[in-house]
């Protein structure tokens, strides 16, 4: 053990000794993380191993829910390159691991993720013995790391990223993280920018490659045709509606969404206004927003009783959201007017819609630079540019009908990054 993570692993584990079972009796008392609790401390059930089958075996880890797609892809690319390669995927999430398991069923196990003591993370790798260890994003365990890499297992960072605000804290505590990228036997990251952040923690440039972002190779498969003509008919809209749609909406927007659509109801007062929250707990906010300025709405839900009648609707249900897009005549993509790092802009532009979205992409700003650079994406400052851009193209349908398609269009040539990552894994397979 080497003079970094020798001390390291002393002081960890004596924190393990003390965290540990205050940890586990929290589980047993309160029920949250209880389920499956034994996994997190490397205790995998023995039918886990058993059904990992065929050669070489590559563990990915995926913390949740977006990571999970990520995972997809890759997966999906590795099986056409390596089809008698094993999976085995991890999650930190409950909610990652629901995602997982209803993506994969059976096809491959999914497991909790260690906790990253020496422990919990010897117990892990010495049942599965993977032969290349995959972590998502931004994914750094500096035990699981130094673990895997002394065991001779290749280690890779895939669809890498650092996000501007998170670089400030790695460069804090660049004398630690130099030591733990070490580690990795490769980076593939999803931009240039992220190439130079991971290099300026201390990566070393030779292992470094930009390869984009697998995520968004799943969604020229998920939008559905057939998902507009269903979605239309559960909201009652026409064919020729013009709708606002208002994704992923968090607090301190809806009040600007709501000035900006009143202002837009003065030149076309048929739009109609679908506001989906990011979280619905805030459904009853947005619900006194509206009848404070005097505007009549319908949720979601009631709509499985009665007709849509109202102008403005709000989305109180989940993973509606991708389907709903498909009927927007615009969309504003929420998370991005507050300093909140924005939603996903590919979502909507997939079903060739404009996308609106304010000055705060920091976790997007490769799908906002892939839309910008096809001058499909348009970038608003608050209430006032919002209703601005969305009545531009209001006035201008032949340039909305275009500024889709190049939407869409800058999606559709984004394919084939899971397949350059995948190709480094493979890579780290035959050198192995």
Known sequence: MNKFY??????????????????????????????????????????????????PRIWIHAVSLGEVNVAASIINALRRMMPDCSFILSTT????????EKTFGHDLPVIYAPIDFIGPVLKS????????????????????????????????????????KSIGGYLKFRFFFREVLKNFDAF???????????????????????????????????????????????????????????GSTRS?????????????????PDTILIIAPRHIERTPEICSMLKAHGLEYQLRTGLEMEKRTKQILIINTFGELFKIYSIATIVFSGGSLVPLGGQNPLEPAVWGKPVLYGPYMDNFLDAKAMLEGKDAGVGVRDSETLA??????????????????????AVMQNEGAAAKHAEVIKRLIKDK
């Open 93 to 100: 999430t409950e909610s990652g691991r629901n995602m997982a």
């Open 252 to 268: 301190g927007e809806d009040e600007q969404v709501i000035h900006a659509y009143k202002k837009i109801l003065r030149s076309f």
């Open 125 to 164: 790798l010495n049942s599965i013995r993977p032969d290349v260890m995959v972590f998502l994003e931004t994914e750094i365990w500096p035990t699981w790391l130094y673990s895997a890499h002394r065991m001779g297992i290749r280690t890779a960072l895939i669809n890498g990223r650092i996000s501007q």
């Open 6 to 55: 020798l001390p390291y692993t002393v002081i960890t584990s004596a924190l393990s000794v003390l965290i540990l079972p205050s940890l586990w009796t929290y589980t047993r008392l309160s029920g949250r993380y209880a389920k499956n609790f034994n996994e997190r401390l490397g205790l995998l059930p023995s039918d886990v191993v058993k059904n990992i089958s065929g050669k």
């Open 388 to 409: 601005e851009k969305a009545l531009w193209f209001f006035n201008h349908p032949e340039e909305l009908r275009r500024a889709g398609e190049r939407a869409k269009s």
């Open 188 to 246: 593939s990251m999803i931009t240039e920018k992220d190439a130079e952040r991971i290099m300026s923690i201390g990566a070393e440039p030779d292992k470094v490659e930009i390869n984009g972002n697998a995520k968004y190779d799943l969604l020229p498969g998920a939008a559905n045709p057939a998902a507009e003509g269903e979605i239309r008919n559960a909201l009652n809209l026409e064919k020729d509606a013009r709708a606002l749609v208002a």
